[in-house]
Every structure is written in structure tokens, then in C-alpha cells.
């Protein structure tokens, strides 16, 4: 079983950074491939960005391609999700989520994510 917390939620200018962590405990982080999903008021969650179990194969959606980087630390049990050029439409709450697998087959099917974070907000502003 996996345990997630996210952090480092805020409220961003637009054009702004912010970087994401998520703290996982549990035996089999190192051995799970990793996604960031997020959800706005009003709107389905829908999936950012994954990474393999040895951060070697990364995936974006493509509102986020080239802003997002995501990556993983597995000696510290992170993840984490840097956001650059933030703009209005990247405000949601971001939720980090445990694949049911070590390599990633359908990034953006919440359905093969097996353990979920409880999510932070992220505000971006004009």
C-alpha cells in the first residue's frame, strides 16, 4: 500500500512558477510508475503528467507540454511536478496518484492509478 501527500500549492501570478512535492510512504513507491492529475471547479479531473518506476519515460498532456516537468527521487520517495510560464487555466487542485504498474501503458487513465494524494490547490492569477 502506498500513502501520498502533496505540497507546495499556492497562489501564482500568471507566467509564475511553482513546484509540486509528493511524499510517499509505503513499500512499493520505488516500484510504481507515478501521475499527476488536477481538476478545476465545475470539471473532471484530468490527467497532467507520469513517469516511469526509474524516471526514465516521462508523459505530458498536451495543455502542459513544454511548461510542466515532472520527476521522482526514489531515495527520498518523492514526486515532484515543476510548472513554469503558469497560466489562468492551470488553476486546480493537483492530485498525485500511484500507478498500478512500473511502466506506464495509459498515462491518463485515472483508472490504473491505484493510490491517490488528497490534493492541493493551485491558484494562478492575473
Known amino acids: 500500500q502506498v500513502q501520498l501527500v502533496e505540497s507546495g500549492g499556492g497562489l501564482v501570478q500568471a507566467g509564475g512558477s511553482l513546484r509540486l512535492s509528493c511524499a510517499a510512504s509505503g513499500r512499493t513507491f520505488s516500484s510504481s510508475a507515478m501521475g499527476w492529475f488536477r481538476q478545476a471547479p465545475g470539471k473532471e479531473r484530468e490527467f497532467v503528467a507520469a513517469?516511469?518506476?526509474?524516471?526514465?519515460?516521462?508523459y505530458y498532456s498536451d495543455p502542459v507540454k513544454g511548461r510542466f516537468t515532472i520527476s521522482r527521487d526514489n531515495a527520498k520517495d518523492m514526486v515532484y511536478l515543476q510548472m513554469d510560464s503558469l497560466q489562468l487555466e492551470d488553476t486546480a487542485a493537483y492530485y498525485c496518484?500511484?500507478?498500478?504498474?512500473?511502466?506506464?501503458?495509459?498515462?491518463?487513465?485515472?483508472?490504473?492509478?491505484?493510490?491517490w494524494g488528497q490534493g492541493t490547490q493551485v491558484t494562478v492569477s492575473s
Open positions: 513517469i516511469t518506476w526509474n524516471g526514465v519515460t516521462t
Open positions: 496518484a500511484a500507478y498500478r504498474l512500473r511502466i506506464v501503458l495509459s498515462p491518463s487513465r485515472a483508472d490504473m492509478y491505484s493510490y
